[in-house]
């Protein structure tokens, strides 16, 4: 990938923290056409795709590491004296752990998929390795 002009990298690093095109735009001191222009360059739509990515990756990164926190926290609240507090946490840990088995099944199916695919792909190869040979 071509490397980005300090100003375009700076524009995409606006674009990535939330703001719109115009506004990073007006922060760097550029027209608001070329503020578009930038923004549909393939460059800055594929580095800007990277930082978000990045992003995601970080913020999911802070929030596994706050899970254990949390579940501890729901397992002490569902002892509230409050029937409501107690009951609504209760709530949250069965959903939680619904849509937790759910992802886990779905990612077992995923990869049984894969393994499927990869297997008749190699089946595929040696078919038309053996027809090559033939000919």
């Not at 703001?19 to 735009?25: C, M, P, S, V, Y």
């Not at 760097?28 to 800007?48: D, F, H, M, Q, Y």
């Not at 990756?57 to 802070?62: E, I, N, P, T």
């Not at 729901?74 to 069965?94: E, F, P, T």
């Amino acid at each position: 990938m071509k490397r980005l002009s300090p100003k375009k990298a700076k524009f995409v690093e606006l674009l990535a923290s939330g703001k719109t095109t115009q506004e990073a735009g007006r922060e760097l001191g550029i027209s608001v056409a070329t503020a578009w222009r930038w923004a549909n360059e393939p460059e800055i739509k594929a580095r800007l795709s990277e930082l978000q990515s990045e992003r995601l990756k970080q913020a999911h990164g802070k929030l596994l590491s706050a899970t254990e926190t949390a579940i501890e926290t729901l397992v002490r609240l569902c002892h509230h004296k409050s029937g409501y507090v107690a009951s609504q946490s209760a709530k949250a840990i069965l959903d939680l752990a619904l849509k937790t088995a759910e992802a886990l099944e779905l990612q077992a199916r995923i990869e049984a998929l894969e393994k499927k695919l990869e297997q008749l792909e190699r089946y595929h190869e040696s078919q038309t390795q053996t027809a090559r040979e033939e000919d």
